[in-house]
């Protein structure tokens, strides 16, 4: 039997969730791996809040990083504390201590991945990231030892639970977006500062660390096109349902010829029968499709303590047998990316944009034309309301869908829609993925 001391920094939802897990399943991961895993230690900001929950013998708790940086018998270190200072800096300390580094913080992975990684390397200890991306589902080793044989040329996902729920909520129960929000926060489903998750940080994030593992390629955090949920409204569900599809908030990673990658997060329409438009409430799922397997699609619990432990843990027994062997991710251009040569910017989509118009005879017409102009073409046109205006004429709101299209052509011909005199509001634009 391998004996092996870990220590765990903080002792939050996933913290004690992994020290829950490892005392409930002791004896059957004794039995299956070989491998007494002890906690020595526990970093926490304040002990007697910590003994409070009466989960752990108050020995184990440190106020002091060197407690456990310092101890030779610890050999793999746990980050749950979240945030990118101080985990940055004890992440690279514990690697430079030769000790094997177990995150579930896709914060601090995404923006200093390659600094870690490297050092890693130099210290031959391990980096190992499951929980960071999708709670207890398990995409990134599916990734990396499943499909390693494939070349993955897309990756289409919900990877945010919060926005899963208040979208499901927009689109079943009619809500608003602030009603379905404060169900979200009152359910425990949204933070008290939501703004990560519904701006679509979380989700830029996670895609990141996706695409980065199923391209090769390194992709920082903030080269992903990112718009949030925060400024759909009833009247988008309103068109979804009309057109048959559903939105979601989708982190969307392509391959595109010359190596290079389209990585996206925004709301996305997709119609009812696409498998990712079943996700409801606050589940996860990521649909890759490789070039041998073809499509596979990845559902499961996305967050919460036991979930994200599942994946902890399981990196903590990956790192205990793969001691003096690790392996290293390879990324063909680490570190600084050239974002204009290897990042499609131009992408291709069809695009729902809803106006609202003064509605006099000609108008469509004219749109239309602004459209053309931009070699946008126009898949259908729908009019969904119509309404007095003060001036004694109507008021009518249009919806256009688009053929497939590039996303600066339709940018440009929407600037000039805006400026013509029987406009009164480009509404909204989401983009379609069928
Ligand atoms: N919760 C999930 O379902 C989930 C799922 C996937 C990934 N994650 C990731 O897991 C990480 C932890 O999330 P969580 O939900 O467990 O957060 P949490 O409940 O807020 O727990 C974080 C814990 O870390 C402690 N901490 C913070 N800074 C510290 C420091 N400098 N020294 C010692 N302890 C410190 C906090 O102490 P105080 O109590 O004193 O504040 C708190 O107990 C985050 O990166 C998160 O993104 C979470």
């Known amino acids: 039997m391998k004996q092996i001391n870990i220590a765990l920094l903080g002792f939050g939802t996933v913290g004690t969730g992994v020290y829950k897990l490892l005392l409930e399943n002791s004896i059957d991961i004794e039995h299956r791996e070989g491998l007494s895993i002890c ?122 639970g919060t926005t899963n729920f208040i979208l499901t909520r927009m689109s079943e129960k009619g809500m608003s977006f602030e009603e379905a ?33 199923a391209f090769h390629t390194h992709i920082p955090v903030d080269a992903v096109y990112r718009e949030g949920i925060s ?67 990845l559902y499961g619990k996305g967050a919460g303590q036991l979930p994200t432990a599942s994946s902890v843990v399981s990196d903590i027994i990956y790192a205990c047998h793969n001691e003096g062997r690790h392996r290293h991710n390879t990324f063909r251009n680490i570190p600084d990316m050239d974002k204009d040569t290897h990042l499609v910017t131009d992408w291709e989509s069809i695009y729902c944009i809803r106006t609202k118009v003064n509605d006099k005879p000609g108008v469509l017409s004219l749109i239309s034309g602004v459209f053309a102009k931009h070699n946008v073409s126009l898949k259908s046109v729908l009019q969904f309301a119509q309404q007095d205006n003060s001036e004694g004429g109507q008021l009518a709101w249009i919806t256009f869908v688009t053929h497939k299209a590039r996303e600066k052509a339709v940018q440009s011909a929407l600037r000039e829609i805006d400026l013509l005199e029987c406009t009164l509001e480009v509404e909204s634009l989401i983009r379609v993925e069928e």
């Open 231 to 297: 400024s759909l409204s009833t009247s988008d569900f309103e068109a979804a349902r009309q057109l048959g599809y559903e939105i979601k908030l989708l982190a969307i990673g392509k391959k595109a010829p010359g190596a290079l990658v389209e990585v996206r997060v925004h709301p996305t329409m997709l119609p009812k029968t696409h498998p990712l438009a079943a996700i409801r409430g606050s589940y996860n799922a990521v649909f890759i499709t490789g070039n041998a397997v073809g499509d596979i699609m």
């Open 39 to 160: 906690v020595k230690r526990i970093l926490v900001r304040d002990i007697q809040k910590a003994a409070r929950l009466q989960l752990a013998d108050r020995s184990l708790f440190t106020l002091k990083i060197e407690d456990i940086l310092d101890d030779p018998s610890i050999s793999v270190v746990v980050e749950c504390m979240g945030g990118v200072e101080p985990s940055r800096t004890y992440i690279l300390s514990a690697l430079s201590a030769k000790k094997s580094v177990v995150t579930a913080n896709k914060e601090v992975i995404s923006k200093h991945w390659h600094t870690f990684e490297q050092q890693a390397r130099d210290s031959g200890a391990g980096l190992y990231i499951e929980a960071t991306v999708g709670g207890g589902i398990p995409l990134l080793r599916t990734l990396t030892d499943s499909l390693q044989a494939n070349n993955i040329t897309r990756l289409m996902g919900i990877i945010n």
């Open 181 to 213: 929000l404060l169900e979200a926060q009152s359910r425990g489903y949204a933070e008290a500062d939501p703004a990560s998750d519904i701006e679509g940080f979380d989700a830029t994030y996670k895609l990141s660390i996706l695409s980065s593992l």
